[in-house]
């Protein structure tokens, strides 16, 4: 676990060979369009601009500092979510209870430490929908930490390709893999959500905790009509009424809905009826 973060927002991403002159405290590249967000450790300002030395374009936009526990917004001993008990690297030592199915997660700087709605009930629609059908081959969109592949993994699937189109997620996510010993069962591609729909189409079961857009984009595609259950959450309410019309005139049945305050949106889709 990290003391302190320091953030240094940038006008472009890095190249690999620039990261490996960033030095031991730092954490990660978070890409986000044409910018991207630097997490250290410890004050890097001085490394940063000896880069901007080499690039006379490279600017920083802004930067910040705060602990550890004000960035994640709570440091938990661990948490339960349905029949999964979350244990952070922070906490040493837990009795797990019978029943209860322990999950290794180090959260590090991106999302998925499940304190936000959407994370948990993708968890709650995780543990719903395996108690009732066999998932050999599971999609995780927008991997994040692999918080939700592990946890498909832990129910049984065989086979789960996370995905993620940000590096330092695929980076948390190999990490939180390796903690939990599913190197031989998960797989990591950094790649686009509505890019990888057409080479796994032949998935059991599609996750996507995603925006709204996203999502959007992934059920118009044709291959997508491929997929007989998913998982969809991210979404407001008024975004996920639109998804959940479109969604019914392709064929699917809404067999669960959860909402977080009426504000946050997850949703369990499945064509061909559904198992009670």
């Given at each position: 676990m990290y003391s302190d973060l320091y953030i240094y927002w940038i006008n472009r991403a890095l190249t690999e060979e620039e990261e490996k002159s960033l030095g031991k405290s730092f954490i990660g590249n978070w890409v986000e369009d044409d910018f991207s967000f630097l997490f250290f450790s410890e004050d890097a300002l001085k490394i940063i601009k000896k880069l901007m030395q080499k690039d006379s374009n490279l600017r920083i936009l802004d930067h910040y500092h705060m602990t550890y526990e004000q960035w994640q917004g709570e440091l938990y001993d661990s948490i339960q979510i349905d029949k999964f008990l979350i244990i952070p690297p922070w906490h040493k030592t837990i009795e797990i209870k019978d029943g209860l199915i322990p999950i290794s997660l180090d959260p590090g700087v991106v999302f998925g430490n499940c304190l936000h709605p959407s994370t948990r009930h993708c968890l709650?629609?995780?543990?719903?929908?395996?108690?009732?059908?066999?998932?050999?081959?599971?999609?995780?969109?927008?991997?994040?930490?692999?918080?939700?592949?592990?946890?498909?993994?832990?129910?049984?699937?065989?086979?789960?390709?996370?995905?993620?189109?940000?590096?330092?997620?695929?980076?948390?996510?190999?990490?939180?893999?390796?903690?939990?010993?599913?190197?031989?069962?998960?797989?990591?591609?950094?790649?686009?959500?509505?890019?990888?729909?057409?080479?796994?189409?032949?998935?059991?079961?599609?996750?996507?905790?995603?925006?709204?857009?996203?999502?959007?984009?992934?059920?118009?595609?044709?291959?997508?009509?491929?997929?007989?259950?998913?998982?969809?959450?991210?979404?407001?309410?008024?975004?996920?009424?639109?998804?959940?019309?479109?969604?019914?005139?392709?064929?699917?049945?809404?067999?669960?809905?959860?909402?977080?305050?009426?504000?946050?949106?997850?949703?369990?889709?499945?064509?061909?009826?559904?198992?009670?």
């Amino acid at each position: 676990m990290y003391s302190d973060l320091y953030i240094y927002w940038i006008n472009r991403a890095l190249t690999e060979e620039e990261e490996k002159s960033l030095g031991k405290s730092f954490i990660g590249n978070w890409v986000e369009d044409d910018f991207s967000f630097l997490f250290f450790s410890e004050d890097a300002l001085k490394i940063i601009k000896k880069l901007m030395q080499k690039d006379s374009n490279l600017r920083i936009l802004d930067h910040y500092h705060m602990t550890y526990e004000q960035w994640q917004g709570e440091l938990y001993d661990s948490i339960q979510i349905d029949k999964f008990l979350i244990i952070p690297p922070w906490h040493k030592t837990i009795e797990i209870k019978d029943g209860l199915i322990p999950i290794s997660l180090d959260p590090g700087v991106v999302f998925g430490n499940c304190l936000h709605p959407s994370t948990r009930h993708c968890l709650n629609a995780i543990s719903w929908l395996l108690e009732r059908y066999n998932a050999k081959k599971v999609l995780d969109l927008g991997t994040g930490t692999g918080i939700l592949a592990i946890a498909a993994a832990r129910l049984g699937a065989e086979r789960i390709i996370a995905v993620d189109i940000n590096p330092l997620c695929i980076k948390t996510a190999n990490k939180n893999i390796v903690l939990n010993g599913l190197e031989d069962r998960i797989e990591t591609i950094c790649a686009r959500a509505e890019d990888t729909i057409s080479q796994h189409r032949d998935a059991d079961l599609v996750i996507a905790n995603l925006s709204y857009e996203v999502i959007l984009k992934l059920i118009n595609l044709s291959d997508f009509l491929d997929i007989d259950k998913a998982i969809l959450s991210g979404m407001l309410r008024s975004q996920w009424a639109d998804i959940k019309s479109r969604l019914i005139k392709k064929g699917y049945d809404i067999a669960r809905e959860w909402d977080h305050e009426m504000i946050w949106h997850t949703a369990m889709v499945i064509k061909g009826g559904i198992t009670t």
